[in-house]
């Protein structure tokens, strides 16, 4: 059908795919789609890159390596080396902050993509009917459409909280001067990295969280982190409401908190809200286009399709894992499906881990030990091992942590958790162990790590699920027995 909204300034294209959103999904999509010659428009109304580059993984991971160096000096004397303490340049932080997302913009920008035959319209989308959408000078009538607008911060219905000048992911790599006192409202994988990163880098830290920190992770993982937290001198507050919040005239910042030890006042000079992201959707008009949406996001099948069959939606607003490793993916599947027609691409068609990038490193994939067990009962196995046994950990004094595997009752591998340094390394082993349906067994005979490294540690935890009977009575009388033969 024909827009009755179009304007008469606007011009008018036919494409073959228009995307709304150049996150890490819609751009996946948009270089797939144009390096297979088809005609792409791509709608952005923000920064080329989307969250990730800007406001998220490029930003925070930056932070976190300044902050990394600074406790290496603090910790280097277990190693028998003794710095002076740490002098934090917050100017030169923030340099090198800008300085790596300016790095890497060129590989998502305007120019390369445009470079790629794709228009880009760096304005705001909308839905006019099922097939078309358009911007304020632009109206596109498109064979396929790909929603790929992301998520941003949640901000909770806190009473005052709208009085305060808080901070979320968007903002706080803006700050020109480091917080003395941050507060971070929320325990998840967000408030964690920033909070221990803000406490290395010497700000006071206290995160407050309503359930426990890292809620649904691995517990003994959550463990370790949780220890060494502690140890740095972040302040947990788990367990703990938030009633009310309120800027005092001196520009403190007070929350008022009902705990596991009674009522207690929360203060600081800085807010960070961390406390989940929710699917941008505003202002896309969904409903013209007969697109179902819920608050997860925009309802899709297992092959990313929208209930319009001419729209599929990816990445953060398609209300699965909030990942730019899974956007990257499903705008992959995109180009799978719909482009070459497979319908063969799920995506639930591959585990995608996760993991958190404070230190120790928190990481799993596949399912988790409950999930398991939910499934198998108690013919699941669970098998693990120590870093403290694994001599490349011992020799940089940093052997805190494990790593754990999940197995189904016929070997097969159905998740691993890895609490430790390099953690997420670690466990892209075990994801691929996990998709390509491996056996436990794959982890011992077949699998020579290099030592001494940390991957070591994957086939010492496998191993553990032959012991039993490697080392068992009857095979010690097989093998006396055998070992008589000529």
Sequence with gaps: MTSDIALPQQRRLNADVAIIGAGSGGLVAASGA????????LFEKGEMGGDCLNYGCVPSKSLI????????????????????????????????????????APIDSQERFEGLGVTVVREAAHFIDRTSVASKSVAVRARKVVI??????FIPPIPGIETIPYLTNETVFSLEKRPEKLVVLGGGAIGLELGQAFRRLGADVVIVEAARIMNGADLDATQVLRERLELEGVVLREDTRVNSARVREDATIELSTSGPTGDETISGTHLLVATGRRPVLEGLELERAGIAFDARGVRTDLHLRTTNPRVWAVGDVAGREQFTHAAGFQGGLFIRNALFRLSQGRADGAPIPRVVYTEPELAQVGLSEPEARAHYGDKVRVVKASFEDNDRARTERAHEGFAKIIVAPNGRILGAVVAGEGAGE???????AISTKLKIGALTSGFVPAYPT????????????????????????FVALASRLP
């Design 34 to 41: 144009a390096q297979l010659g088809l005609k792409v428009v």
């Design 65 to 104: 390596a300044a902050a990394r160096a600074a406790q290496a000096g603090r910790v280097a004397d277990r190693l028998g080396v003794r710095f002076s303490a740490p002098e934090i340049d917050w100017g030169q932080v923030s340099a090198h902050v800008r300085g790596v997302i300016a790095a890497i």
């Design 148 to 153: 790929a607008t992301g998520a941003r911060a």
């Design 426 to 432: 670690t466990i892209a082993l075990l994801g691929l």
């Design 454 to 477: 940390r991957a070591e540690i994957v086939k010492r935890a496998a191993g553990q699920y032959y012991a039993a009977a490697l080392f068992s009575k009857g095979t010690r009388a």
